[in-house]
């Protein structure tokens, strides 16, 4: 072990690890959301070949010409090729969260209230930017 190692508390190596499961999982289903969208396993709500068509539209325009979910409505489309790459890209959003989610029981556990604080409040503003309540109509 190097001297760098020996410097490492438990709670910083179990959120490097926290991470390291999140961002190789989140990896692993965009790649393989994208192997089933280009293989055509799965149909794509809009075809690939046909993207270049839509590239000059505002995002309400491509929604409109597409039928391409808003929000988290993603999530109801999952048999769609296009789609299932997304779930990917929540999964590595998501890791963060996780991440803090276990420092925030570990602080409590420890009785580090100031941490445990911390933990929370960065949980919270998390949710909040994920729900899209802080975003401007």
């Known amino acids: 072990m190097n001297e760098a ?10 959120f490097a690890r ?3 499961i999140g961002m190789r999982g989140g990896l692993v289903l965009l790649a393989c959301g994208f192997a089933a969208e280009m293989s055509g396993w799965l149909p794509a709500l809009v075809a690939p ?12 325009e491509f929604r409109r010409a597409t039928g391409a979910p ?5 999530l109801a489309r999952l048999d769609y090729g296009d ?4 779930l990917g890209i929540a999964v590595l959003c998501a890791t963060t ?10 602080s409590i556990r420890r009785g580090d209230r100031f941490y445990a604080l ?4 960065e949980i919270i503003v ?6 899209g309540v802080l975003t401007a109509h």
């Open 118 to 121: 911390i933990a929370a409040l």
């Open 18 to 20: 926290m991470l390291e």
């Open 126 to 131: 998390l949710l909040l930017a994920a729900s």
């Open 97 to 106: 969260l996780s991440a803090i989610c276990v420092l925030l029981v570990t």
């Open 83 to 86: 789609s299932l790459p997304l």
């Open 49 to 60: 070949s046909s993207l270049p068509d839509f590239w000059v539209l505002s995002v309400e």
């Open 70 to 74: 808003a929000g988290w409505d993603w």
């Open 5 to 14: 190692q020996t410097n490492v508390s438990p709670e910083q190596r179990q």
